[in-house]
Structure formats: structure tokens, C-alpha cells
């Protein structure tokens, strides 16, 4: 029976910089790897990806929501592991103040966009920074699914996400 997990990631920026976190390891890998800030939804969040977006950069970085800028919903992120359907729902914002306060969950730094690719990052968030840089000006929410190929290589199908205004 397939599980639904539900995470909420934000890339913040100031300037050219995003903010981002380097994690020595996490439940699906043992090696480092960079990510935005985030995590999963907690039940009563289920519904409100938004909240637990917030709630997660407070606690990953000190940040408050009040100091958040524009922080829209750009992705929406769907692959499988294992025995879960993984929904990410990534959010992009902006802050005035470059400081910030390190968790637990990781050290966090500011690092150019330009230079994001040069991270070892999931293959799904490497996939979206890529669709990221290449379509900055685009404003609608797209959702990526990530999948194989013929040859077994990942790959990611992208699509707008609009409302036909339909029945």
C-alpha cells in the first residue's frame, strides 16, 4: 500500500543569493547533500503547505514570517520511494536581512544562484533549480514529476498547473 508523504521547502532570497542548508545526512541518504529549508507537514498541516513552510524556516534558520517577502508557491514536486508517494510543495521568497540563526538540521549558507548547480543536491531539487534558471521570468505554478527513462535514467516531465474553468 503506497504512503503519501507531504514536505514544504522554501529557497529564500537576498539578492542573487539563496539561502541554503548543508546536511550531513538524512533518512534517505548517508552522504552530505544541499537543500533549501523545509520539511514535512505535520498533521495539521496537511492542508496548508504554506504554514508548514513558515513554520520550518523559523525553525531551521530563526527567520520570522514577518521578515519573509513574497513567498509564493513556484513547485510542486511528485516522485515515489519505495513504498511513499512523495509530494513537495516549494515555495520562493525573499528577505531583507542576510542573518540568520543555524539548527540542528543543518548549517546554513548564502550562496549564489548561479552556483546552486554546483552543489550536490537531490536529483528532483537539481532537476528544478535547473527548470528554475532556464524559465526565470515565468510566474505559474508548474509541477515536476520525476520518473525513468527507457535507458532506467531519471528524468522529470514539467506542466503548468492552470485552471481550464471547466466542470
Known sequence: ??????????????????????????????????????????????????????????????????????????????????????????????????EFINSAEGELHWIELEEILELKLSKIVNFMVNHYLENPSKNELTIGTITLNDEENPEIQWSELKDPKIF
Open 1 to 98: 500500500m503506497m504512503e503519501l508523504r507531504q514536505m514544504s521547502t522554501a529557497f529564500l532570497f537576498n539578492g542573487s543569493k539563496v539561502l541554503m542548508m548543508k546536511k550531513e545526512s538524512s533518512k534517505i541518504t548517508d552522504t552530505m547533500f544541499w537543500s533549501g529549508l523545509g520539511g514535512h507537514l505535520e498533521p495539521e498541516e496537511l492542508n496548508f503547505p504554506k504554514r508548514a513552510c513558515i513554520r520550518e524556516i523559523f525553525e531551521e534558520s530563526g527567520i520570522l514570517e514577518e521578515e519573509i517577502e513574497d513567498l509564493k508557491l513556484k513547485y510542486i514536486l511528485i516522485r515515489i520511494k519505495d513504498d511513499e508517494i512523495r509530494q513537495q510543495f516549494v515555495y520562493f521568497g525573499g528577505v531583507n536581512s542576510s
